[in-house]
């Protein structure tokens, strides 16, 4: 089993809602949904577009998947994101929009918030001695050569190379999309998303989504919520 530290609104939020039913799978319930229309592809298309997201649930990476380390156990780990959630006060950025990197679509910052990176930062360091070391086939997975210097240091060190001041936090709507395909999703991204983009998203959890076994859909599986969240939440309406 691999663990990744993630976060995600609740189960019950109206962007979690909106992403499942744009993806195609609720992580929280395993609940499928038909594949969106999107005008200008086909089903095949866009299921094909939303595979990898969809896999891994409705979220964004704080710490990436990783099993535990010899000698840690499943209990340990979960009592420390609770303590870490507890010790954690929530927060908002204060604004998210419907962004692109490279060719993947996502709900991002609009612009980079100190905050947010030292979150995030300080995930990464906690929980670090959780994780265990990747195997040689992980590590070429990650296709090392064709990072950064910095980016492969923190792949050895961290078991992921877009971590501290590489980290962009992004909660992913698809995968690669080919430049032709892009305007079409990004109209349909717009016209889906668009209560939830412009305004604050509250980072109010710690969540932990789990893969039973390599490949398998990731599920969320606890949510702790951090100081102050049911006073800090922020759903659409």
Request: charged residues 25%; without cysteine.
């Amino acid at each position: 089993m691999r663990y990744a530290l993630y976060f995600s609104p609740a189960e019950d939020d109206m962007l979690t809602k909106a992403a499942s039913q744009w993806l195609g799978r609720n992580a929280f319930t395993g609940e499928m949904h038909p594949t969106p229309a999107v005008e200008g592809l086909s089903v095949e298309t866009v299921h094909a577009l939303t595979a990898d997201p969809r896999r891994y649930g409705f979220h964004a990476t704080l710490k990436a998947p990783f099993a535990l380390t010899e000698g840690r156990s499943e209990a340990e780990f979960l009592a420390a994101a609770e303590s870490f959630a507890a010790e954690t006060p929530a927060f908002a950025i204060p604004n998210v929009i419907v962004g692109q990197i490279g060719r993947f679509f996502a709900i991002v910052p609009d612009q980079v918030y100190p905050a947010l990176q030292d979150f995030t930062a300080d995930v990464v360091e906690t929980f670090e001695p959780f994780r265990a070391p990747l195997s040689d086939a992980d590590i070429a997975r990650r296709k090392p050569d064709a990072l950064s210097e910095k980016q492969r240091d923190y792949l050895h060190r961290y078991g992921y190379p877009y971590v501290m001041e590489e980290f962009r936090f992004h909660m992913t709507l698809s995968g690669q999309v080919p430049p032709d395909q892009a305007p079409a999703i990004r109209a349909a991204l717009d016209a889906r998303f668009g209560a939830f983009v412009g305004r604050p998203l509250a980072i109010d959890a710690l969540s932990i989504f789990v893969e039973p076994e390599r490949g398998a859909d990731f599920i969320a599986y606890r949510r702790f919520s951090l100081t102050g969240a049911l006073q800090n939440r922020k759903t659409a309406s």
